[in-house]
């Protein structure tokens, strides 16, 4: 019998997966519900199709995320996919991570890349400039794509909707003071694990030690989801403090009052959430004794169904 949680349930309805449980790949399949053979045809390895009622709990899971973030003050924002080379330096992904990168040939000749996070031009969108203490903290949130390579995972959560290429979440981005940064980080955690916790999926918060913590974050807070395919935890959402490591390099400054001199601001980002892996939860804890899915209560007004049959139909 699999090994279930009992850290932060939530109020939905999880209560494990029945017996005959399947992973999420089986039962997507079996259920007509995602298509990993054309995807291959269309685009390769590492990337998928879903169809149906599993294509319309995706984009509800994006509705109730972005309805959500405006519940909790965050601005949406529709930004670019490609950005220039300097936008992912500014934000730190360059060069450190540039072998997980797309890039293309833009206008003159210039390099664009399409865009690994929604953090990258929600955090570049101020740059060189010095905004006024009444805008801090700005909240920023955006669904996008987003596109890595994902270089040196070969074998790692290849199978499914666990690490592709090409994935969907709605990020969260603050540009804040820095007095009250970390408080704001424990705040933007409480927004990506307040989802989970609507949505009763059993989650934990792990502070990464400074071993795993990334070069441009001063603290980190990973949200992990319980995935009884893979009988663990798996991270869902990280949240993260940067301090001034990005504002340094976007200079992005706010003034106190009239006349003071101009200040770096400090930059959070999270995941608010990843879409791919929350559905997969959702289908991996959901299951019902006859192979269809439960909706949780809180997604079914987005969704405008409260289950997926064994067959795939939305009821």
Known sequence: MLDQPSQHRGEGQFAG????????LKRLEAAGLLDVERAAKLSGSRFSVLRGAGARLS?????????????NGYTEINPPLLVARETMW????????????????GD????????????VPLTA??????????????QYAAYTPCFRKEAGAAGRDTRGLVRQHQFEKVELVWLTAPERSFDDLETLTANATGLLEELGLAHRVMLLCAGDTGFNSAKTFDVEVWLPGANAYREISSCSDCTDFQARRTNIRF??????????????????????RTLLAIVENYQRAD????????????????????DGRAR
Do not use: C, W
């Open 125 to 138: 969108m101020h740059r060189d400039e010095i905004l006024d203490a009444a805008a801090i903290p700005t």
């Open 17 to 24: 997966p029945p017996l005959d449980f399947q992973e999420h």
């Open 108 to 119: 003159e000749g210039n390099e664009l890349y399409l865009i690994p996070t929604a953090e």
């Open 90 to 105: 500014s934000t730190g992904q360059l060069s450190k991570f540039a072998d997980q990168m797309y890039a293309v040939e």
């Open 291 to 310: 192979g269809g899915i439960a909706i949780p209560a809180a997604l079914q007004p987005f969704a405008g169904f409260a289950a997926i049959e064994p």
């Open 59 to 71: 984009r509800a899971l994006v509705q109730f995320f972005l309805d959500r973030a405006a519940r």
């Open 255 to 276: 003034r106190r009052e009239a006349g003071a001199k101009p200040e770096l601001v400090h930059t959070l980002n999270g995941s608010g959430l990843a879409v791919g």
